[in-house]
């Protein structure tokens, strides 16, 4: 039935399109594998019947869902990236945004917007410019390359060609200064050697010194050979005397009866001695400097023996030299220092002492040749930083001559070369040309459609807060009065949050998926839903099931919202239902005119649904006033009973919204339900007693009331409204006056306005 409408009002089904089958196919009936487009008719403003023509914008908000508003209920349960889904869950726009979301970022890839063949044969090009640039500007390339050849040369000579710098430089097959002087400095440079005259004579001096200053030492020591015995001696009674000796060392008397104690004759001989100890200490010395000024001599002698060069020196020196003793011990040079003779044959000083001038002649020689080195080294560094200079420029000028030829063979073979990347430039500038405003065209669309997908929430829900919020409160009045909302506030973008302030604490405001439970999340996706389609004043809101999406304890709220408020009088409201009792509450506060029910029931074997449209009014007074035209008495009175609970309630409910809801009832028994006389007689009484209280419900009330109280409580009447009809044998007829009484008082309280604060 809903699908139905939805086809007829919409051009498609969303159940459908969210499964992506093609609607024809999805209505298909599956036995008959038949599709009939259903046809729908309304009544305009002047009565006539007219054709409803599908408009998908005009009527989308007409219907409200049970899945629609299951979704938003768990909405809250979804990870943060996907609340952007409530408002679509919630107005059923899914479909738009998986269309917007199904769109690239960029088809760039798909068009040809860059002129990359254009750009590759442009840098070519470029190339080619700058080929034809190096050869128009070869004359100046050339005289640069003399001007910093000239420069070189002159850095070696003022006034010297480039041509006589490499005339210098030499070459393999024409050598020049430079392998001169490579040939001269490849040659081993003869050593100084170091020896003089005055360096052996010194030398000599001093170990004649230091053997004269021993002999001398050594005489004092021979005079006294005697008292170095008794040194010895008194030094070793004296360690005697270290290990605790108490005996004479040489007697082994007991030193308390010795004649005299030897180790004090010791240490007084030893004191008497310090003389010839500090003598011998220099005799050691004076060996010790001996031993050095020889090894110094012979040293000396060495460094000649080893620098004597050809066979013009004498034999005998030659001789000596060779027969020098390796560890010299002794005055063995004491004949070179005139202290003994010269033994026949052997060198003298003289000789010697020629043979270090010639070396030293040969010294001056080799200091000459090394200075003179150090500046031919100086030279040939030079002219080598000027052989690497003249290669570097030679290079340079070989590769301007290269460059010069390839330049001018690009020149000449580039239309042929790039034959093919011309034709493909040329094509490469009509698809550009024809793709680029597509390219525009695409990205703008793609921005206009996502703002308007961004904006679309803000749209929807523009000038629906208080009303939504109102709705919110009137399906929560069992709520305490701090837990309704004070303000709400609805997202303006896909990426918003619903934000709400509850009464108690206005000032503060909380995320309302946070903080509400699913029922109420239910009554506020619902009261959105409302809110909506108030604001677009829809002439007809379609409840596909989703009274069944609320829960049991919300019910009442929603069901006396819709239907007891003037906010949807104007609109035609088809409810479907699984829940008999809320129909039939339904049934109670509409006339029985304003309201029809039909019955839908599954098939009896032939797959055709069973409706029926003729079923009797729910409403408890219409049955009373049917049941009593039938002269059905005793079902009369039983729907009266119904009817008077119903709008005693109604009657008490509707005086405490004018705060004058405080009665007294009397109960037979404690816990017990008051009877319907007490209450009614309870409610009448309070009626009576508001004398400032006028209002036009007032008085039919009181008469009502009168009416129904007038027949006495033990007439059978009353005993049915107060205990309701059993079935019961024999029993006398009820009086039919006085039933149409009470059906009549019914009617009458029944067409009263008693709806809160009304």
């Not at 498609?12 to 999805?26: F, G, H, L, P, Q």
């Not at 005259?197 to 030492?217: N, S």
């Not at 001989?269 to 001996?290: F, H, P, V, Y």
Request: glycine share 6%; with cysteine.
């Amino acid at each position: 039935m809903c699908e139905g409408l939805e086809y007829a009002l919409l051009g498609s089904v969303e159940e459908a399109d969210s499964k992506r089958i093609e609607a024809n196919t999805y209505l298909t009936n599956t036995h008959a594998n038949a599709f009939v487009r259903p046809t729908l008719k309304a009544t305009d403003h002047q009565g006539q019947e007219v054709d409803v023509v599908a408009n998908a914008d005009m009527f989308r908000f007409c219907f409200i869902e049970k899945n629609r508003i299951d979704a938003f209920s768990r909405i809250a349960a979804r990870p943060a990236a996907r609340r952007t889904e409530l408002i679509a869950t919630l107005f059923g726009m899914e479909k738009f945004n998986d269309f917007v979301g199904n769109f690239n970022e960029s088809m760039d890839a798909q068009l040809t917007l860059s002129s990359g063949r254009q750009l590759i044969l442009a840098a070519r090009r470029t190339a080619l410019t700058g080929d034809q640039a190096l050869i128009d500007g070869q004359a100046a390339q050339w005289e640069r390359l003399a001007t910093e050849e000239a420069a070189l040369a002159a850095s070696h000579k003022e006034g010297l060609a480039y041509s006589e710098l490499a005339g210098v430089i030499g070459s393999p097959e024409a050598p020049g200064r430079l392998q001169e002087l490579t040939t001269i400095l490849d040659a081993v440079p003869p050593n100084v050697v170091g020896l003089t005259r005055e360096g052996l004579v010194g030398v000599l001096t001093k170990a004649a010194d230091d053997y004269a200053e021993l002999a001398k030492i050594d005489g004092q020591l021979d005079a006294l050979v005697r008292q170095v015995s008794f040194k010895e001696l008194f030094t070793a009674v004296l360690q005697l005397q270290e290990g605790g000796a108490d005996h004479c060392p040489a007697c082994d008397t007991p030193l308390h009866v010795a004649a005299s104690n030897p180790f004090d004759k010791a240490s007084a001989g030893l004191k008497d001695l310090e003389g010839l100890g500090k003598l011998q200490d220099e005799r050691k010395s004076a060996i010790d400097g001996l031993a050095a000024s020889s090894r110094d001599l012979r040293g000396q002698l060495s460094i000649l023996s080893g620098s004597l060069v050809g066979e013009s020196e004498p034999a005998n020196v030659i001789a000596f030299l060779d027969a020098l003793p390796p560890e010299p011990r002794g005055a063995w040079w004491a004949h070179l220092s005139g202290d003994s003779a010269t033994p026949e044959g052997q060198a003298t000083l003289e000789q010697l002492l020629l043979a270090v001038d010639a070396i030293e002649a040969r010294d001056v020689a080799s200091r000459q040749a090394r200075e003179e080195r150090e500046a031919n080294i100086v030279e040939r560094n030079e002219l080598i930083a000027l052989s690497a200079s003249m290669q570097a420029q030679d290079a340079k000028r070989q590769k301007l001559v290269d460059d010069l030829m390839a330049a001018a063979g690009r020149i000449a073979a580039f239309d042929v070369t790039n034959a093919d990347l011309i034709v493909e430039v040329a094509q490469e500038a009509l698809d550009v040309e024809r793709d680029s405003p597509i390219k525009a065209a695409y990205d703008r669309f793609l921005t206009l459609l996502k703002s308007y997908k961004n904006l679309l929430p803000g749209t929807l829900m523009a000038g629906i807060n208080g009303t939504a919020m109102e709705l919110y409160n009137e399906f929560n009045a069992g709520d305490l009065d701090d837990d309704k909302l004070s303000a709400l506030s609805l997202p303006e973008t896909g990426t918003g949050k619903v934000f709400i302030s509850f009464r108690g604490k206005p000032e503060i405001r909380v995320d309302a998926l946070h903080v509400l439970s699913e029922g109420h999340v239910r009554c506020l996706g619902l009261a959105i839903l409302l809110a909506k389609a108030i604001a677009i004043q829809t002439p007809l809101v379609v409840f596909d099931d989703a009274i069944n999406a609320i829960d049991h304890d919300h019910r009442r709220g929603i069901r006396e919202t819709i239907f007891e408020n003037d906010r949807f009088g104007q609109m035609q409201l088809l409810v479907t239902c699984h829940s008999n009792e809320f129909i039939k509450d339904i049934q109670q506060q509409l006339p029985a005119a304003d309201c029809k029910v039909y019955l839908f029931r599954r098939h009896s074997g032939d797959y055709q649904p069973r409706i029926r449209g003729d079923l009797p009014s729910l409403n408890y007074v219409a049955k009373a006033r049917e049941a009593r035209d039938s002269l059905q008495n005793r079902d009369a009175l039983a729907a009266s009973r119904q009817a008077l609970e119903m709008l005693s309630e109604k009657i008490w409910k509707w005086l405490a919204s004018h705060e004058h809801g405080e009665i007294s009832i009397q109960l037979s028994r404690v816990g017990g339900e008051p009877g319907l006389r007490n209450l009614c007689a309870a409610i009448l009484k309070k009626l009576r007693s508001l004398a400032t209280f006028d209002h036009p419900n007032k008085p039919i009330l009181i008469n009502a009331l009168e009416r129904i109280l007038g027949i006495p409580a033990p007439n059978s009447v009353w005993v049915a409204l107060n205990k309701g009809t059993h079935e019961e044998a024999d029993r006398d007829d009820f009086d039919g006056n006085l039933v149409e009484d009470v059906v009549v008082a019914l009617e009458e309280m029944a067409r009263l306005d008693l709806r809160d604060g009304r």
